[in-house]
């Protein structure tokens, strides 16, 4: 059974610092991940990706330069340091696993596992 769990989330400043932690199983890694986040009334949006080989990265424009994706495949986990932290930045937090061997997406379908989310509060 494929479960990915997101930990992490919580209240701060704006300023502020999270680390959020994706831990996946019954799934290798061997697969593209992403976070994604959704506010309240607004759609879901894509935040980060990392590429299953290679370790590359691509950011959305309103997170780039302040949040980092990383992978431990030892650990089967996922993260994602989010600093600088602004009050836009309050929503639900999704950890997302793409295809075996996939490609890593921008777009939901890109990703056919998701986990049930973690709420980031940024007060300002």
């Known amino acids: 059974q494929v479960q990915l769990v997101e930990s992490g989330g919580g209240l701060v400043q704006a300023g502020g610092s999270l680390r959020l932690s994706c831990a996946a199983s019954?799934?290798?890694?061997?697969?593209?991940m992403g976070w994604f986040r959704q506010a309240p009334g607004k759609e879901r949006e894509f935040v980060a990706t990392i590429f299953w080989s290679g370790g590359g990265t691509y950011y959305a424009d309103s997170v780039k330069g302040r949040f980092t994706i990383s992978k431990d495949n030892a650990k089967n986990t996922v993260n994602l340091q989010m600093n600088s932290l602004k009050p836009e930045d309050t929503a639900v937090y999704y950890c997302?696993?793409?295809?075996?061997?996939?490609?890593?997406?921008?777009?939901?379908?890109?990703?056919?596992?998701w986990g049930q989310g973690t709420q980031v509060t940024v007060s300002s």
């Open positions: 019954g799934i290798s890694l061997s697969r593209p």
């Open positions: 997302a696993a793409g295809r075996l061997y996939g490609t890593s997406g921008t777009g939901r379908n890109s990703y056919e596992y």
